[in-house]
């Protein structure tokens, strides 16, 4: 019985050791003396001072914190002071830039620009504008993104009123990129080869808004592009083919027309946008290299039955197609593409190349506060060469969820997470899905 | 020596803890004052004058909205404490400057007026005002500001008195300088301190720019023109003599410091000694704020005024989103119902899949009037109100502040409702009914959400008469007319320490007379009374919730010397 006695004796003893050991009794102290900590107490001496000769109107009532309380407290503390060059940061903005908070932006200003997902996984940089450079509602706009070391595009636009055609625009715009290590799926298998590229292009469009429904441009562009090995030695075993790498210049000329027949604010709650397109393509170099290209896609939201008509489903439809007209055959750099923040979202960017891809998506949209909306959608879409080769079977799917957030103006930013059986990413976006 | 500092730091850390806890429990536990009641907060002590505090309109927004709700369940105190209130062990925690009446005391923040101290319906509808503009003579502009809608100036009148001159919008007559006015003095007569408001009529062309006024900010900033007075005031509301109506907010005497915060206390002021967020008159406040619809409650609409006398007063101002008035505009139907960022309800709808409808999203914003704006009593919820923006005091607001602050909104009669609502001089008999019973409306919905949460009774006498113990006291419910005195029932159970004395004890009338004898009491030694008093009736008894009532007798008199509530 001794024995048994001295037997649970040890063991608790060793409990407490275990405990004193593990500082479990600590945590377990702090929760107590938490769930005890009185309401008040501090202030109560000013209610009955000690000494009855003091009037309790001369002891004034404090909010007296002990160590314990500020133990207990450290890690709000911490947040609270991480977060305070933030303060000092919105602080500054509300003294330089008051218009941001206002919903509105001045005639001129910079912003910081993020993409996540987009044509790489991440880039970084600035937007720099200018409503009235040189001459009244002559807008300037810079955007340049930095994709660390993979990354790096800078676009310049200059937009010019045309005198005496209301509602028109030229648009001249400049553009020059370089991208040390890109990605291309041999034959659209998930076999990736690795390549750099250099790029730059000029383009001028007359853009015009026919009425409230219809806007048409026409537009010339101008490209340059190099292809080249990666310049990464990981890389050298997965380099592309050399026969893909060289030098093109191409001009195109071609149109798009939007037709707008969509109805809601900010929020597209109903009705159908139709968009077509065509071009022509040549090669400055090689007479050989010419191809046709068109495009059109509709874009369709209808209301939920019984749910209030800011729940929608959208539906996007499209089409874009390649006609080689020459004997060279169209690089791969610039045919159609999937994959990406915009169609096929959970697989990589660019990831599914041919002559005509043929895509669809469906989201449902409703909002869960005034400014920002939940989306679930699924993409479905391939690539083909001939339209023979489109088959049920060859459609590729990915699916997702996210949130948009809205300005006055429409969509502000919309965060996405998708999915596929290949990849999943998330994606952060200034432009619109659709 | 790591090894040593490993095991002796939890034992440092347990003594300072324990420490901490043995000389905060050093503080009395007694709930009621052994000697007087303290009614006023002595923080008017003289001091130096503070830095003036920066005014932001948004980081305090921000901050309150994403980094303090952070910051809550990472304050263990906090988090802790909410999980034992969960487990019904711990208590909520209380405002720090409240009596042992449960009471605010008077300070440089709160002063005892309506509902201490009945107000005439005349003096309810001065409010604050010793003087208004004079409109014969001439004002002078010494500050503008350019801003739209928003646009106004600061003038100087013939007497030498300096206002804050405000239009309303342009689409809404009447709307913002009514609100303005009505909720300033109803706030005024709650105990708070505010800037004296009037709406005038005033004759535009008997107003002159003053010398060096400009307008605009940094390269944009020119000298003040007489055609920038006229865009502000072209397209105001006028009356028939063509008169501009506006608001006039009197400077206030003193230098103003800028806004004194919601949360924390100002630096610089050694008279600041309670944290604003557990203030009981800025927890209460919630309750008065939700009667107007007082949705733009913030730092930048408080004012620290270092007066004459050397020390802080405390104002809040700008009442301009008040009533139906958002600004310049209307309120939205979201006023009031949800922050304008809330994650609760942001939450509920991701869920849902959009299932879920907000009440506000269904409600339409009917304006039946352009001067009252969106003003209801029929989608007002008490228990739910809330500002636009969370604010700490509002987040803290226990049972006992929301009973202090639904008394003080209780205590305005409809005829002090109609007194006040007048001085919005609404050119639309219409419009001004609306305005009152839309405020009876919200004000009785207050009564009667919180008084069936909490024990109703109030304002407690004692006196010792042909040896009996008289106790008297004023049931709000019946005072103010939600409930019929009919209905009501009064029960106490009277103890002296733990020695029961009355155990039960029940009277059809808000007092209770008892023979000293049957108390066996000793008329010359002081001894103390526990009244433990329930409300008994169908509704509005505070849920069956007590009212513990410490009276003192001592040489053959007798006072209240605490009250303690059940939550």
Same mark, same amino acid.
């Given at each position: 019985?001794?024995?048994?006695?001295?037997?649970?004796?040890?063991?608790?003893?060793?409990?407490?050791?275990? &405990?004193?050991?593990?500082?479990?009794? =600590?945590?377990?102290?702090?929760?107590? #003396?938490? !769930? *005890?900590?009185?309401? $008040?107490?501090?202030?109560?001496?000013?209610?009955?001072?000690?000494?009855?000769?003091?009037?309790?109107?001369?002891?004034?009532?404090?909010?007296?914190?002990?160590?314990?309380?500020?133990?207990?407290?450290?890690?709000?503390?911490?947040?609270?002071?991480?977060?305070?060059?933030?303060?000092?940061?919105?602080?500054?903005?509300?003294?330089?830039?008051?218009?941001?908070?206002?919903?509105?932006?001045?005639?001129?200003?910079?912003?910081?620009?993020?993409?996540?997902?987009?044509?790489?996984?991440?880039?970084?940089?600035?937007? &720099?504008?200018?409503?009235?450079?040189? =001459?009244?509602?002559?807008?300037?706009? #810079?955007? !340049? *993104?930095?994709?660390? $070391?993979?990354?790096?595009?800078?676009?310049?636009?200059?937009?010019?009123?045309?005198?005496?055609?209301?509602?028109?625009?030229?648009?001249?715009?400049?553009?020059?990129?370089?991208?040390?290590?890109?990605?291309?799926?041999?034959?659209?298998?998930?076999?990736?080869?690795?390549?750099?590229?250099?790029?730059?292009?000029?383009?001028?469009?007359?853009?015009?808004?026919?009425?409230?429904?219809?806007?048409?441009?026409?537009?010339?562009?101008?490209?340059?592009?190099?292809?080249?090995?990666?310049?990464?030695?990981?890389?050298?075993?997965?380099?592309?083919?050399?026969?893909?790498?060289?030098?093109?210049?191409?001009?195109?000329?071609?149109?798009?027309?939007?037709?707008?027949?969509?109805?809601?604010?900010?929020?597209?709650?109903?009705?159908t946008q139709y968009k077509v397109g065509a071009g022509w393509t040549q090669s400055t170099q090689n007479p050989d290299l010419k191809f046709l290209e068109y495009h059109g896609a509709i874009h369709h939201f209808v209301p939920v039955p019984i749910l209030p008509e800011t729940r929608r489903l959208g539906v996007k439809l499209q089409l874009h197609k390649q006609e080689n007209i020459g004997s060279e055959a169209i690089p791969f750099y610039v045919q159609n593409t999937l994959g990406g923040s915009r169609d096929l979202r959970g697989f990589p960017d660019k990831r599914f190349r041919g002559y005509g891809v043929v895509s669809m998506t469906a989201e449902y949209r409703y909002p869960i506060w005034d400014f920002m909306d939940?989306?679930?959608f699924t993409d479905q879409g391939q690539p083909f060469n001939n339209y023979s080769d489109i088959a049920l079977s060859n459609f590729h799917s990915s699916y997702g969820f996210g949130f948009h957030l809205l300005s006055q103006r429409g969509l502000s930013f919309r965060s996405e997470f998708a999915f596929s059986k290949e990849a999943s990413r998330f994606i952060i976006s200034i432009n619109p899905n659709f | 020596m790591i090894h040593l500092i490993n095991n002796r730091l939890p034992i440092a850390l347990t003594i300072v803890l324990l420490t901490a806890f043995v000389f905060q429990g050093c503080s009395t536990t007694k709930p009621y004052a052994e000697g007087a009641i303290k009614t006023f907060d002595p923080d008017t002590a003289r001091i130096r004058m503070p830095g003036e505090q920066p005014q932001y309109l948004y980081w305090d927004r921000i901050d309150n909205t994403i980094f303090y709700q952070l910051e809550k369940p990472l304050n263990l105190n906090r988090s802790v404490r909410w999980l034992g209130y969960r487990l019904g062990i711990s208590s909520k925690r209380q405002a720090d400057n409240v009596n042992k009446l449960d009471e605010v005391p008077e300070s440089s923040w709160y002063t005892y007026r309506h509902y201490y101290k009945k107000m005439s319906p005349e003096e309810l509808a001065t409010g604050p005002n010793t003087a208004a503009p004079d409109t014969a003579g001439q004002w002078t502009i010494f500050s503008a500001k350019l801003e739209g809608a928003n646009s106004g100036f600061f003038i100087e009148d013939e007497n030498e008195n300096r206002y804050l001159i405000k239009f309303d919008g342009y689409d809404y007559p009447e709307l913002t300088t009514a609100a303005g006015v009505i909720s300033t003095k109803i706030f005024y007569a709650a105990g708070y301190t505010v800037p004296e408001s009037v709406i005038v009529y005033f004759d535009p062309d008997k107003v002159t720019i003053g010398d060096g006024v400009t307008v605009g900010k940094g390269k944009q900033k020119r000298p003040m023109t007489m055609e920038d007075y006229r865009s502000i005031v072209e397209g105001r509301p006028v009356n028939k003599d063509g008169r501009i109506r506006a608001l006039a907010s009197k400077f206030v005497d003193g230098i103003p410091m800028g806004p004194w915060n919601f949360k924390g206390t100002i630096k610089d002021d050694p008279n600041d000694r309670v944290a604003h967020e557990h203030r009981r008159e800025l927890r209460g406040m919630r309750v008065i704020s939700s009667w107007l619809n007082d949705t733009d409650r913030r730092d930048a609409n408080t004012m620290a005024v270092y007066n004459k006398n050397g020390y802080i007063d405390h104002y809040i101002q700008d009442f301009g989103n008040t009533l139906g008035a958002n600004g310049s505009s209307v309120h939205l139907p979201i006023h009031g119902q949800a922050y304008v960022i809330d994650p609760r309800y942001m939450f509920v709808s991701a869920i849902s899949l959009g299932g879920y409808k907000t009440s506000w999203e269904a409600a339409e914003a009917d304006i039946l009037y352009p001067s009252v704006g969106y003003f209801r009593a029929d989608v007002f919820k008490p228990g739910r109100w809330v500002p636009t923006h969370p604010l700490p005091p509002f987040e803290n607001m226990t049972l006992r502040d929301a009973f202090w602050g639904a008394k003080q909104v209780m205590s305005f009669s409809d005829e002090d409702i109609k007194a006040i609502v007048e001085t919005g001089q609404y050119s639309d008999p219409n419009a001004e009914e609306y305005i009152v019973q839309t405020l009876i409306e919200r004000r009785d919905k207050i009564g009667r959400y919180w008084f069936a949460r909490m024990n109703p009774i109030d304002r407690f006498r004692t006196e010792i008469k042909d040896n009996s113990l008289h106790i008297s006291f004023d049931d709000l419910a019946v005072s103010s007319g939600l409930v019929d005195a009919s209905e009501r029932q009064y029960q106490v159970q009277v103890k002296a320490g733990r020695k029961v004395l009355i155990g039960e004890l029940h009277s059809d009338e808000p007092e209770f007379l008892m023979s000293l004898d049957k108390l066996t009491l000793n008329k010359n030694e002081k001894s103390i009374l526990t009244l433990t008093i329930h409300t008994l009736g169908d509704s509005l008894n505070g849920n069956g919730k007590s009212v513990i009532v410490y009276i003192e007798v001592k040489d053959n008199k007798s006072r209240v010397a605490g009250i303690q509530r059940q939550e």
């Amino acid at each position: 019985m001794q024995q048994l006695r001295s037997g649970s004796s040890m063991l608790f003893q060793n409990k407490i050791k275990y &405990l004193m050991d593990s500082r479990v009794w =600590f945590i377990l102290l702090l929760l107590v #003396a938490g !769930i *005890l900590y009185p309401a $008040k107490g501090f202030s109560q001496s000013a209610d009955s001072p000690e000494m009855e000769s003091i009037s309790p109107n001369m002891v004034p009532y404090e909010t007296e914190r002990s160590i314990g309380y500020h133990i207990l407290a450290v890690p709000s503390y911490l947040l609270h002071w991480s977060s305070r060059p933030i303060g000092q940061a919105v602080k500054y903005a509300e003294a330089k830039f008051p218009h941001w908070f206002k919903g509105a932006r001045g005639p001129s200003g910079l912003f910081p620009l993020v993409e996540i997902g987009g044509e790489e996984d991440f880039a970084a940089g600035v937007l &720099l504008y200018h409503d009235h450079l040189f =001459f009244k509602d002559h807008r300037a706009r #810079a955007e !340049i *993104l930095f994709g660390s $070391k993979v990354y790096n595009e800078f676009d310049l636009e200059y937009w010019i009123p045309v005198k005496g055609i209301k509602k028109s625009r030229l648009i001249f715009e400049a553009g020059y990129g370089n991208a040390p290590e890109r990605s291309y799926y041999v034959n659209n298998r998930n076999e990736k080869r690795s390549y750099a590229s250099e790029f730059g292009s000029l383009e001028a469009t007359y853009r015009q808004h026919m009425n409230s429904w219809v806007q048409m441009q026409i537009n010339v562009k101008y490209r340059d592009r190099t292809i080249k090995t990666s310049r990464y030695e990981d890389d050298a075993d997965e380099q592309i083919p050399s026969s893909l790498l060289g030098n093109s210049k191409l001009i195109t000329a071609g149109t798009k027309w939007t037709l707008n027949y969509k109805n809601g604010g900010r929020r597209t709650l109903s009705g159908t946008q139709y968009k077509v397109g065509a071009g022509w393509t040549q090669s400055t170099q090689n007479p050989d290299l010419k191809f046709l290209e068109y495009h059109g896609a509709i874009h369709h939201f209808v209301p939920v039955p019984i749910l209030p008509e800011t729940r929608r489903l959208g539906v996007k439809l499209q089409l874009h197609k390649q006609e080689n007209i020459g004997s060279e055959a169209i690089p791969f750099y610039v045919q159609n593409t999937l994959g990406g923040s915009r169609d096929l979202r959970g697989f990589p960017d660019k990831r599914f190349r041919g002559y005509g891809v043929v895509s669809m998506t469906a989201e449902y949209r409703y909002p869960i506060w005034d400014f920002m909306d939940a989306v679930i959608f699924t993409d479905q879409g391939q690539p083909f060469n001939n339209y023979s080769d489109i088959a049920l079977s060859n459609f590729h799917s990915s699916y997702g969820f996210g949130f948009h957030l809205l300005s006055q103006r429409g969509l502000s930013f919309r965060s996405e997470f998708a999915f596929s059986k290949e990849a999943s990413r998330f994606i952060i976006s200034i432009n619109p899905n659709f | 020596m790591i090894h040593l500092i490993n095991n002796r730091l939890p034992i440092a850390l347990t003594i300072v803890l324990l420490t901490a806890f043995v000389f905060q429990g050093c503080s009395t536990t007694k709930p009621y004052a052994e000697g007087a009641i303290k009614t006023f907060d002595p923080d008017t002590a003289r001091i130096r004058m503070p830095g003036e505090q920066p005014q932001y309109l948004y980081w305090d927004r921000i901050d309150n909205t994403i980094f303090y709700q952070l910051e809550k369940p990472l304050n263990l105190n906090r988090s802790v404490r909410w999980l034992g209130y969960r487990l019904g062990i711990s208590s909520k925690r209380q405002a720090d400057n409240v009596n042992k009446l449960d009471e605010v005391p008077e300070s440089s923040w709160y002063t005892y007026r309506h509902y201490y101290k009945k107000m005439s319906p005349e003096e309810l509808a001065t409010g604050p005002n010793t003087a208004a503009p004079d409109t014969a003579g001439q004002w002078t502009i010494f500050s503008a500001k350019l801003e739209g809608a928003n646009s106004g100036f600061f003038i100087e009148d013939e007497n030498e008195n300096r206002y804050l001159i405000k239009f309303d919008g342009y689409d809404y007559p009447e709307l913002t300088t009514a609100a303005g006015v009505i909720s300033t003095k109803i706030f005024y007569a709650a105990g708070y301190t505010v800037p004296e408001s009037v709406i005038v009529y005033f004759d535009p062309d008997k107003v002159t720019i003053g010398d060096g006024v400009t307008v605009g900010k940094g390269k944009q900033k020119r000298p003040m023109t007489m055609e920038d007075y006229r865009s502000i005031v072209e397209g105001r509301p006028v009356n028939k003599d063509g008169r501009i109506r506006a608001l006039a907010s009197k400077f206030v005497d003193g230098i103003p410091m800028g806004p004194w915060n919601f949360k924390g206390t100002i630096k610089d002021d050694p008279n600041d000694r309670v944290a604003h967020e557990h203030r009981r008159e800025l927890r209460g406040m919630r309750v008065i704020s939700s009667w107007l619809n007082d949705t733009d409650r913030r730092d930048a609409n408080t004012m620290a005024v270092y007066n004459k006398n050397g020390y802080i007063d405390h104002y809040i101002q700008d009442f301009g989103n008040t009533l139906g008035a958002n600004g310049s505009s209307v309120h939205l139907p979201i006023h009031g119902q949800a922050y304008v960022i809330d994650p609760r309800y942001m939450f509920v709808s991701a869920i849902s899949l959009g299932g879920y409808k907000t009440s506000w999203e269904a409600a339409e914003a009917d304006i039946l009037y352009p001067s009252v704006g969106y003003f209801r009593a029929d989608v007002f919820k008490p228990g739910r109100w809330v500002p636009t923006h969370p604010l700490p005091p509002f987040e803290n607001m226990t049972l006992r502040d929301a009973f202090w602050g639904a008394k003080q909104v209780m205590s305005f009669s409809d005829e002090d409702i109609k007194a006040i609502v007048e001085t919005g001089q609404y050119s639309d008999p219409n419009a001004e009914e609306y305005i009152v019973q839309t405020l009876i409306e919200r004000r009785d919905k207050i009564g009667r959400y919180w008084f069936a949460r909490m024990n109703p009774i109030d304002r407690f006498r004692t006196e010792i008469k042909d040896n009996s113990l008289h106790i008297s006291f004023d049931d709000l419910a019946v005072s103010s007319g939600l409930v019929d005195a009919s209905e009501r029932q009064y029960q106490v159970q009277v103890k002296a320490g733990r020695k029961v004395l009355i155990g039960e004890l029940h009277s059809d009338e808000p007092e209770f007379l008892m023979s000293l004898d049957k108390l066996t009491l000793n008329k010359n030694e002081k001894s103390i009374l526990t009244l433990t008093i329930h409300t008994l009736g169908d509704s509005l008894n505070g849920n069956g919730k007590s009212v513990i009532v410490y009276i003192e007798v001592k040489d053959n008199k007798s006072r209240v010397a605490g009250i303690q509530r059940q939550e």
